[in-house]
């Protein structure tokens, strides 16, 4: 049974993998990648502002977002 810290360090790792393959890191301006995880709830907000960019950042970070979702959901299956 991964431990409340693992689980959000997952989490936060997918979602930036996920930004940052559809991004050059000097293209984001800002992200925020807030996770939490209290009594198996997992709670994934993403935010990204790449003005410059001509990907949706909106369905980026929701993607991210489901990549985080994802990885926890691997990682308790391990």
Same mark, same amino acid.
């Given at each position: 049974?991964?431990?409340?810290?693992? $689980?959000? @360090?997952? !989490?936060?790792? %997918?979602?930036?993998? $996920?930004? =940052?393959? &559809?991004? /050059?890191?000097?293209?984001?301006?800002? #992200?925020?990648?807030?996770?939490? =995880?209290? /009594?198996?709830? #997992?709670?994934?907000?993403?935010?990204? +502002?790449?003005?410059?960019?001509?990907? +949706?950042?909106?369905?980026? !970070?929701?993607? %991210?977002?489901? %990549? %985080? &979702?994802? !990885?926890? /959901?691997? #990682? =308790? @299956? @391990?």
């Amino acid at each position: 049974m991964p431990t409340d810290d693992e $689980v959000v @360090e997952t !989490a936060s790792a %997918a979602a930036e993998d $996920v930004v =940052f393959s &559809r991004y /050059d890191v000097g293209a984001v301006e800002d #992200l925020d990648v807030t996770v939490t =995880f209290e /009594d198996g709830v #997992l709670d994934v907000d993403v935010y990204v +502002n790449a003005p410059d960019s001509r990907q +949706n950042e909106a369905q980026v !970070a929701d993607d %991210a977002a489901l %990549a %985080a &979702r994802g !990885a926890v /959901d691997d #990682l =308790f @299956e @391990e």
